[in-house]
Each structure stands twice: as structure tokens, then as C-alpha cells.
């Protein structure tokens, strides 16, 4: 069975770092796009990135305008995990994140991991 598993949100202060990972099972996601989602509180889950690779190569990446700078999206394929280092965190940061795998810079997601809670106190 095909699963995403996010790990490593938790508590950070503004201007804090957080590293995100997302450890994909069950088959190789190699072929997909992968990436993050979040969403806050009261609010609809958003796109924050998604990067397409060939051969370890990133060939394709692609960030939210309120991240850009900020956030990078990176990859280990002998792992099969995907990682979402976050700097300069802001409280507007806070929320679930979701990773995802899919295709057409994720405007299809295919498969959904169950979100991991970041909190940036100000």
C-alpha cells in the first residue's frame, strides 16, 4: 500500500528553522512530482512547492510567492524521502503540512500523506 508519512513539525519561534521530511513507501514515487500543501486554521489548504527530478537531477521546482527565499524542497531517492527545509519562519507559517505526490506541478496530486503540525510563535 502506497503512504507518505510526514514527520518533524513541532513548535519553533519566529525566525526559526524547521526541516520537514516525507518518507514515501509501499512503491517508488521516483516518477512523480513531489511536494508540500499546507493548510491553517480556518483556511483552505494551499500550495507551497513541488519539484519534479531525473536522475537526481531537479529539473523542475516550483514555490508559493509567500515562501520563495525561504523554503527549499530537496530529495533522497536512496532514501525515498522528500524534505522541506523552512527558515526564517513567520507565525503566518503556521499549519498543517501535507506532502504530496501527483503530477502536472501537482495541479493533480495523486497521493496525500496525513499532515504534520507546524507552530511559529511570535
Known amino acids: 500500500q502506497e503512504q507518505l508519512l510526514e514527520s518533524g513539525g513541532g513548535l519553533v519561534q519566529a525566525g526559526g528553522s524547521l526541516r520537514l521530511s516525507c518518507a514515501a513507501s509501499?512503491?517508488?514515487?521516483?516518477?512523480?512530482?513531489m511536494g508540500w500543501f499546507r493548510q491553517a486554521p480556518g483556511k483552505e489548504r494551499e500550495f507551497v512547492t513541488a519539484g519534479t527530478w531525473s536522475g537526481g537531477y531537479l529539473y523542475y521546482v516550483d514555490y508559493a510567492d509567500s515562501v520563495k527565499g525561504r523554503f527549499t524542497i530537496s530529495r533522497d531517492n536512496a532514501k525515498n524521502t522528500v524534505y522541506l527545509q523552512m527558515n526564517s519562519l513567520k507565525p503566518e507559517d503556521t499549519a498543517v503540512y501535507y506532502c504530496?505526490?501527483?503530477?502536472?506541478?501537482?495541479?493533480?496530486?495523486?497521493?496525500w500523506g496525513k499532515g504534520t503540525l507546524v507552530t511559529v510563535s511570535s
Open positions: 509501499g512503491r517508488t514515487f521516483s516518477s512523480y512530482t
Open positions: 504530496a505526490a501527483g503530477s502536472r506541478a501537482l495541479a493533480d496530486v495523486n497521493f
